[in-house]
């Protein structure tokens, strides 16, 4: 299976098609080779319009919603880049690319691992992972010109705003377990947040002091 080919067809099919038109995403989605951060017997569909499991009950966000979320930042190159939900690491071997630094929380220590080994495979040294309750941010990097969550949470976790530079971007799912709404919120030179709806999405829930409790999942 030729992996390049399949990665530059999920680029037109699947993201430029459907509205993503930051030209620095769509470069950073069609080199990070999506197939080395799935499961080595999914491989074959890394490439297709899907999340997909990587254990532990959690998923590989789909490609689009990568795109998405990475556009939504406004990423120019040397963003410092808070995001929470290592997963995999595909999403922040994506922001590796996009900005300068990027700081990764992941409270399941084993998915933590396996992302480290991979992004260091990639030669990915600009981010950096810690295992624990992201929710609560990333105080001693503070502040961060992006914010990444890449799990639903049941309402904004108020650290997060505290965390965001003058100007810097937060993106994150907000609703109930099974569906919520892609947030954009900004923070203004008043201290106030713009806020935007993106659009419908389902993630797997954002476990922790400020989001869900874990025993209710699964
Ligand atoms: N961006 C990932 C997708 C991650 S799925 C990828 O590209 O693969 C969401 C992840 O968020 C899961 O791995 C889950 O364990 C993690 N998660 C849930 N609650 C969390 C919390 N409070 N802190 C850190 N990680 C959390």
Redesign the pocket.
Known sequence: MDFSVARRRMVEEQLRARGVSDERVLEAMSKVPRHL?VEPGLQSHAYSDASLP?G?K????QPYM?AAMSAALELRGKERIL??????????AVLSVLANRVYS????SS?AGRARRILDQLRMSNVNIKV????IGWRDQAPFDGILV??GAPEVPTEYLQQLEVGGKLVLPVGDRQQQILLRLTRLEDGSFKREQLMGCR??????EQ?WQAELTG
């Open positions: 951060f990587i532990d959690q998923t590989i966000s990568v995001e929470i939900g290592t997963g995999s690491g595909y999403q922040s929380i992941e409270r399941i998915l624990g309750d992201g929710t890449a799990a993630f797997v829930p954002l476990i922790g989001g």
